[in-house]
């Protein structure tokens, strides 16, 4: 065991013998998301550094501490890439806080989410001790799948320590072509084109343009852009619009009103409600900006099958996710107790008393 992790330790035991709160922080990007939290700021950014690469095992195991692009530009050398396209927020951004936030990018549709790529993770829980679950190879799973878990838990369950992650090569050919077609339309050919034998990778729809992304072998792209048409933009601007929306750069992103962000079948209608849309995820992720409450967005988006989280400007009381049904509230209680007994770790970040 590392002096840090011996030091994280010592000072977890004594927090919860105190019973005072820890609120585990890396590079701070993602600080906006969930709910506001009180307590010492735990900084996981000295505990840097690459564990193990081996890139013909397509695993790379790092410590949590690692900056994002750091790691994405090690793999990049060698041809490969993290595929669900995490969001960086921020050059500071880190693997553990891409984890612990559970976020994907545009590529989350076709490739999978964060869940699907961790193997492993090393994290201190709320008594102190080290625990290891997964490993370093594809099947490495027995019993309850926690190091997958972790994803999305936003440092509520423990501190993540060191985290293997499976890795792809990256597509030989990609390109991306733009269509004039309004949100029914866009919805419509997704659906269609999710069903046929195409190197989709990403989609995005806003203010009457569908963008699609293709990526495979140079063969299957041509083909592709040969069957569906439309007109292909140019490698610089392709590259500008995927990254834009990746990290919420772009303009829709830049607004005032709240930020919701909807989670419906791909099928499903266009959501009616009051502001601005934009489709991501062949029509799976849809995000919001609008001023109307809470009260108007959720029912609407639960009767589609799906459910709204209010990802950037809320006023800080409001829940932030969309709220659990009793069985799975006293499930997340049973977790949060059998990894953090005392309730330090972030308390209240996902849920107001868990």
């Known amino acids: 065991m590392s002096e840090q992790v011996q030091a994280w330790s010592e000072r977890i035991r004594e927090a919860s013998a105190q019973g005072r709160a820890l609120r585990i922080r890396g590079g701070g990007t993602k600080d906006f998301y969930g709910r506001p939290v009180a307590g010492e700021v735990l900084d996981t950014t000295a505990h840097a550094g690459v564990v193990s690469y081996e890139p013909s095992e397509l695993v790379v195991t790092v410590r949590a501490g690692t900056r994002l692009a750091d790691v994405e530009a090690l793999l990049a050398g060698s041809g490969q890439m993290l595929a669900f396209e ?36 090393k994290l201190i829980d709320g008594r102190g001790d080290v625990l290891k679950f997964g490993g370093e190879v594809m099947k490495n799973v027995a019993g309850y799948d926690v190091s997958r878990f972790l994803a999305g838990s936003l440092g509520t369950l423990g501190l993540i320590v060191e985290l293997s992650l499976k890795v792809l090569p990256r597509p030989v050919t990609e390109a991306t072509l733009r269509f004039a077609l309004d949100e029914a339309a866009a919805l419509h050919r997704l659906n269609q084109w999710a069903g046929q034998p195409l190197p989709l990778s990403a989609s995005v729809w806003q203010d009457g343009v569908l963008h699609l992304r293709l990526s495979g072998a140079g063969a299957a792209v041509d083909a592709a852009i040969a069957r569906l048409g439309g007109e292909r933009l140019d490698d610089a601007e392709a590259d500008v619009l995927w990254r834009g929306l990746r990290d919420h750069r772009a303009g829709f992103f830049e607004g005032a009103a709240p930020l919701w962000r909807l989670s419906v079948p791909s099928d499903a209608l266009a959501v009616a409600l009051p502001g ?34 209010l990802f950037r400007g809320g006023t800080g009381g409001e829940e932030v996710f969309h709220p659990l049904p009793a069985p799975l509230v006293a499930l997340q209680r049973k977790l949060k107790h059998a990894f953090d007994p005392a309730g330090i770790f972030g308390p209240g970040r996902l849920h107001a008393g868990l």
């Open 276 to 309: 601005a849309q934009l489709v991501e995820w062949g029509g799976a992720q849809r995000w919001l900006r609008s001023a109307a409450p809470a009260s108007e967005i959720r029912p609407r988006v639960a009767a589609l099958g799906g459910h709204a989280t």
């Open 86 to 121: 995490p969001p960086h927020f921020g050059a500071g951004g880190t693997v553990g806080g891409c984890v612990a936030a559970g976020l994907a990018g545009p590529r989350r549709a076709t490739a999978g989410g964060v869940r699907d790529f961790v193997l492993g993770a």
